[in-house]
């Protein structure tokens, strides 16, 4: 019945949904402009896989969406509630956005944002813990893949963990925080722009809880403080701080190396964590103004291993800087835009930052059973540098593993609670699966950000075509582009233009020149819009988490930009020349232009195609490939094979 209904509707979307179950209902007579609406209930018992939890069980969701983008203007509403038994450690989907709302430990509801409903199936995953007091609970998702290496359990890994709701007894021993408050009240600030700076200062102040400490430096020409170094938080120190706040005027030039060289050197309050938020709006006009000496030194001065969270203020910064300021500190960059409030901005990451449940927390791999020689059994972990984790935050660490049968075991250790503790995780190449074809695409898109951020910091000594390994960073940026079909704004040229513009054809070497050229044009922008863009797309793609699919990313413009020429199916990425789809294997590559096999839409042979691709390595989806409009073009099996359209038969 199935086969017939694609065979006489020519629509070969519906091939997306070969494998699932099906309802069929009628809704005869539907008036003219008249609207019918369909209530579907039903139970269905979900996939759940302990093994390769620590301490819980993961339990995974699916609903089936067409993964079309001409179908992603298709308004979806996607809410939900979770509840168990056992203690719930945090909701994920690797898909779509999802915020979540926890009514208790045992309860959380979860909602698509409407904005964020992209075309593709809705994965959610929840992870639920084994008792009531389990510390960390985790999971391990993994993908196989031959391009790996030479071993034959080699793929891909996603180590997923909620940080819990912490019981009273646990939070009395998360360490007191000490907040170095570095406000820039140069004369670009003045107005309402310093206005909400202050606000901001006053809000974090507030939020402390009393019995931790803060000290306030602000800057502009010269460096000032509120007292000789921290002080802790009481009714009397609260308001000589909102005295001496008020009292402040915006001025002057900025400071940016001094302000930061005396909120480094300060001593730290025994047994507190340091972290120090740093505001600004400008660059660097007063004393060392060098990007790479303000850098150098500010990491040097940071002997106490404060946490930088920057606040960058408008398009007039050096965003690169600020960027990795943070980064090298175990800390974040946000960007607050024209229009934005700064106070919210400030107030809404302090919020979050109530006290660290794991500090310094570091992954580390070993072999099972048989080591491979020379071979570690982890590599190109992301993010590479891990944030500490506090309450109620998620876990998303993506990587490639090498093993043996026996399998890998990750250790994740840190300053728990004040105390040092190591949680291990397996990883078994048998679990491994072409269904979690997610993981490479989220893997591929945080290394690339983390390639194009090395080439970024390369320019601040100047053209980065000089630098001998911006080429071989450029380079792995377009193999992995190609691969998983996760463009920037470095290589949107590998894209059709929308309007069916011919596309030359282009061999390797020159898609890396093509990059290269525009790395050498981008890295020059420290600052303004196209600045602050970079930083973006950078930072989005070094965290991301779920799928990107339409390749969203912000121009120099700061206008958002959309490529809808490349489509990520499966585990592979299809890209539109001229009206066809052709398989990333394929494309740009006139010796293998001529197919081997030609086949209908419809025909057996056809089905019989559809049939081998949804049963390909535990129903990965592949069949999806065969769902685009127009000719396709794939690689099957080392064979080339070519769908012809319905209406025009090979």
Known sequence: IYEDIVRRSLDPALLEFVNCSFVRSSVFPVPANGESTITLTYENVLDTDAAASAGGTRIDFLLPRSGSLEAS???????????????IGTAYSPSHPLNTVRVSDKELSFEVPAAATAPGAFRMSLLVGAGSTDPLPASVMLYPDADTGSVSGSGYFLLLGGVPSLPAEAQRRVPKREVTLVIDRSGSMRGEKWDQARGAAEAVIEGLNNGEAFSIIDYSDTVQR????????????????RTYLNGLQAAGGTNIHDSLQQAMKQPVTPGFLPLVVFLTDGMATVGITDEGRIRSDTAEANTFKRRIFSFGVGYDLNAPLLDRLAE???GAS???LPGENIESSVSRVFRRLAGPVMSEPTLGAQHVARPIPRTPATRDVMPERMPDLFEGDQLVVLGRYLSTADGVRLQLTGDYLGQQRTFEFSIDPARATSSNAFIPRLWASRKIAYLLDEVRQAGVSGDVRTDPRTKELIDEVVKLSMRWGILTEYTSFLAEDPSGAPIAVRDHDEQVQLAMETAASRTGDRSGAGAVNQSLNLKAGQMQACANVDNRFWGADMKQQRVTTVMQIADQTMFCRGGKWIDSNLVDKPALETPDVKITFGSPEHFELVRHLAATDQGGGRQALLALRGAVYILVDGKRILICEPEDPC
């Open 73 to 87: 203007g298709t308004k979806w509403t996607i809410k939900g509630r979770a509840r168990s038994e056992r203690a």
């Open 334 to 336: 946000i960007n607050v």
């Open 226 to 241: 509120f007292g000789s170094g921290p002080v802790i938080k009481d009714a009397t120190t609260l308001a000589d701080a």
């Open 328 to 330: 090298a500190a175990r």
